[in-house]
Every structure is written in C-alpha cells, then in structure tokens.
C-alpha cells in the first residue's frame, strides 16, 4: 500500500505558501528578505519553519532520522494537521471509544464521518469489527496507547494486525513514556502506514510550551509540511524543547517518581471501600470506578479542593472517575480525602 494514495487530491496538488525562510537557507550577513525588525530583541527573527536543528536533536533521542518527524504546537495541531492532510467531508475515520476527546472534534470540523468501534471490556481493540467498518474511503484509525481515560496499551501484536488495513494507523503515545512496554516506533521501518504522535506535555513536564511531534514516513511528512503554517512552532518553544532534550533525566526521574506514586495510589485506592476497581494503568493517571455515585464523589472531592475528571458518562466507564498522579503530598491529601468519604 502506497500511503500517498489516502492524501488528498487537493494537497497532492497544492503549491504550498514559500516563505523568505524557505527561499533563503544558510549564512548571510544582512538579512533584508523578510521584512523582519533589524533591532536585536533576542526574538526579532523568524523562527526556523522547520526547526532543522530541534529535529535532529529529536532524531538522535528517538533513533529515527529527522526526515520522519513533524513538529507541531501542541500534538493537537499535529492532529489538525492530519486531519487536513487526509480528510475530505465524508471520508471516514474510525476511532475506538472510550478515547481521547480531540478526533471526535477534528472529523466534526473537517466534515469527516467519525466511525466508532468500542474497546471490548478488557479495552482491547476489536479487531474483527474494526476490519468490518473499513471502505475505500476510511482514512485514518485512531490507536491511543497507552489509551487516555484507560489507562492501557495496546500491544504491538494488535498494532501490526491493524497495519495490515489499508488505512492509516495513528498511534497516539502521549503517554508513552509511563510505560514499561515497547512503543509502536519499533514497527515504524516496516510500515509505511503508521504515524506514532508524541508530546512534550505529559512526561516531559511542558503542556505551557506546546510542542508535540509526528513520526511517519518521508513522503507523508512532505506532504503535512504544505498543510502546516509556515512558522508553527514558534522560537520560544524551540528553545524550551532544545532544553528539555539536553535535560532527558530530568524527564526520566519525574517520571520514576510519578510510576512509584501510581503503584502507591492504585494499592491505596484498590484498599477502600468506596472504590469497585482501579484499573491497571501504565500512563500518569488512573482509571477508578467507584461503588458510590461518582458525580457524588466528585463533588465531594471539588468540596475537598481536589478536581478530578469524570469520566462516567464515556462507554464502558460507568461509575468512573480519572485521578491524575500528583506529588506525594498531593495524593496522600487525596486518599485521605476519600477515607473520610461522607456523601
Ligand atoms: C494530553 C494528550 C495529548 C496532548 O496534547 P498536546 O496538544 O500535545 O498537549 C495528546 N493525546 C492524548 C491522548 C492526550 O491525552
């Protein structure tokens, strides 16, 4: 399968926008092609629009070369950024509820049919009914794994299954890195189909800086660099992500932290009365369905001053509340909370 196929016509075609940047690469002296402020603000300049060296800092760390990589504000723009690239209104996109929230909105908006197929009870894909609702016109397939509100991943055994669809495979691993199991970047040289997302929101401590990043084949990279504005991820943020990578261990031990406080949290919680289940989770957050009401719990919490997110109302969450993984401190405030629990 030639991945180039499920493009757009329109992008396939499109003549995208060349900025002074684009034209003019490398070493000047005087740069007068950009209209820029020739007065040193330290931010006076455009930023580079497609962040060459970030790129290759990011290769290295990841072990993929730049060619493969998209950088985008936040991986929600890199989402958009699918979205525009692949969907025209009524093509389709199958996603796997309970999930991330963000697909649903973005097929709504680009006029996509958004085709749902549940995890089964264990949250595992279903692979026979996703196989169903393929047509020529379904482009992309949402994997989030490990999956948010879940809390599990799905494993590279069913991720090659459902590359063998000829569809896109979006692999959304914000969370990836909670995880002790391996990350579909491994399938990434044999699979022209796949595309893993990542982020710097999660692990690595930066949702202010909004950086997120694609991985997928050269070709389908080329193409998403027409669809995306020119200058997308701005100076500040380069500078916060050139930071952080020259930091990895800091990511690595907050990280350690945060898995330790989770095992502490889901033992804590599993112990309680007030809670039916809490679900094995490799991300920074947990999955607990609750004997109580859980919008009377919520609201006893909110009166505590601890904000969680329920999640009842999504298929398959009954009774469910997601608990992010805070400090120590945090958590213990938190389970003390639920130990007095009076509704
Ligand atoms: C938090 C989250 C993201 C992160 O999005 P950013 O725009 O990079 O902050 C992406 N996907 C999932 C499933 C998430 O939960």
Known sequence: MNPLDLVRPLVKQLKPYSSARDEFHGKGQVFLDANENPFDTCLNRYPDPYQRTLKEEMSNYLGVSPERLLLGNGSDECLDILFRTFCEPADEVIV??????????????????????????????????????VRENTKL?????????????????????????????????????????????????????????????KAWGLAAVRLGWLIAVPELIQMMNKVKPPYNVNELTQRE?????????????????????????????????????????????????????PKTVYNYLLNQG?????????????????????????NDFLLDALKNYTA
């Not at 006029?111 to 169903?132: G, H, S, T, W, Y």
Request: aromatic share 6%; proline share 6%.
């Open 141 to 201: 397939l949402f994997v989030c794994s490990p999956n948010n509100p879940t809390g599990n991943q799905i494993g590279n055994d069913q991720l090659r299954e459902l590359l063998k669809l000829p569809v896109m495979v979006v692999v959304d691993e914000a969370y990836i890195d909670f995880s002790d199991e391996p990350s579909a970047l491994e399938l990434i040289q044999e699979h022209t189909n796949l595309v893993v997302m990542r982020t710097f929101s």
């Open 241 to 293: 992500g050139h930071k952080a990578l020259a930091n990895a261990q800091e990511k690595e031990d907050r990280v350690a932290t945060i898995v330790r406080e989770r095992k502490r949290l889901a033992e804590a919680l599993s112990e309680m009365a007030i809670t039916e289940h809490v679900f094995p989770s490799v991300t920074n957050f947990l999955l607990v369905r609750f004997t109580e009401d």
């Open 306 to 330: 601890i904000v969680v997110r329920d999640r009842s109302g999504l298929p398959g969450c009954q009774g469910c509340l997601r608990i992010t993984i805070g400090t120590s401190k945090e």
């Open 96 to 133: 796997l509820p309970p999930t991330y929230g963000m697909y649903k909105v973005l097929a709504d908006l680009q006029q996509a049919k958004l085709v749902e197929v549940p995890l089964n009870d264990d949250f595992q894909p279903n692979l026979d009914l996703i196989r169903e609702q």
